[in-house]
């Protein structure tokens, strides 16, 4: 079955405290990107990868890192969470041409303390 | 940059009733893609339909189809014969047409409710 899989699903967790929220893929999709939920601001994209190693920053980086070591892998570092980066996040993929629709992970709710 | 407006931040409808929720964006792109995103209690973001700008015909999905005028910029989604399932926020997003970020910019959403 074709998914995109995050974990975990929930966390709650201190400020200062780094954590990595896991994505993968298994439809050997070369673009994926990472987005965060916040009320009243619709979904907003934090960074997005074209392939292996190439990563670039959306509209939110700020606080946050990413790599993509592996194509089928691309893991949210907050190096140091604080509570503003309290939100509901998610990961897409997509084969990375316009027609074809992103796949959505079932997202992560972080709370930060 | 892109802009997307969804100006009605919540909706109601008798289950079996028509609605149509508004949409409307900003671009100085002449090719590129929309999308409405349904989001139920579940969190799942799930695609409803999708619309090539420079497709004339507007998208039609069971249900759910869409009013796209290019020209002014709007990208209304109806859905027919409301179902208690339908229940859910809905996004909709742009996308422009060439590859490289594939970005989406989402509106802020409009809550559907539908009451039986």
């Known amino acids: 079955e074709a998914q995109v899989t995050q974990n975990p699903r929930y966390l709650i967790t201190v400020t200062g405290k780094k954590l990595t929220v896991t994505c993968s893929q298994n439809?050997?999709?070369?673009?994926m990107s990472w987005y965060r939920q916040d009320p009243g601001l619709g979904l907003r994209q934090i960074y997005y990868?074209?392939?292996?190693?190439?990563?670039d920053k959306g509209d939110v980086p700020e606080g946050y890192k990413v790599s993509r070591k592996e194509k089928r892998n691309f893991p949210l570092i907050l190096e140091s969470p604080s509570p503003n980066q309290t939100s509901l996040y998610f990961c897409?993929?997509?084969?990375?041409?316009?027609?074809?629709?992103?796949?959505f992970g079932d997202g992560t709710r972080l709370s930060i303390l | 940059a892109q802009t997307v407006t969804q100006s009605q931040p919540e909706m109601s409808v008798q289950e079996a009733e028509t609605v149509t929720l508004s949409c409307t964006y900003d671009?100085?792109?002449?090719?590129?893609?929309l999308f409405w995103y349904k989001q139920p209690p579940s969190r799942q973001m799930i695609l409803v339909i999708r619309?090539?700008?420079?497709?004339?015909q507007n998208a039609t999905e069971n249900r759910f189809s869409v009013n796209f005028q290019k020209a002014a910029k709007s990208f209304s989604l109806k859905i027919s014969d409301s179902q208690l399932g339908d229940t859910a926020m809905y996004f909709c997003?742009?996308?422009?047409?060439?590859?490289?970020?594939?970005?989406?910019?989402f509106g802020k959403g409009t809550k559907l409710t539908v009451n039986p």
């Open positions: 671009t100085s792109e002449s090719n590129y893609y």
């Open positions: 897409a993929s997509s084969a990375g041409l316009s027609n074809q629709p992103q796949h």
């Open positions: 439809m050997n999709h070369e673009y």
């Open positions: 990868s074209m392939n292996v190693e190439v990563t």
């Open positions: 997003a742009f996308m422009k047409h060439k590859g490289g970020s594939e970005k989406l910019v």
């Open positions: 619309q090539e700008a420079y497709k004339q």
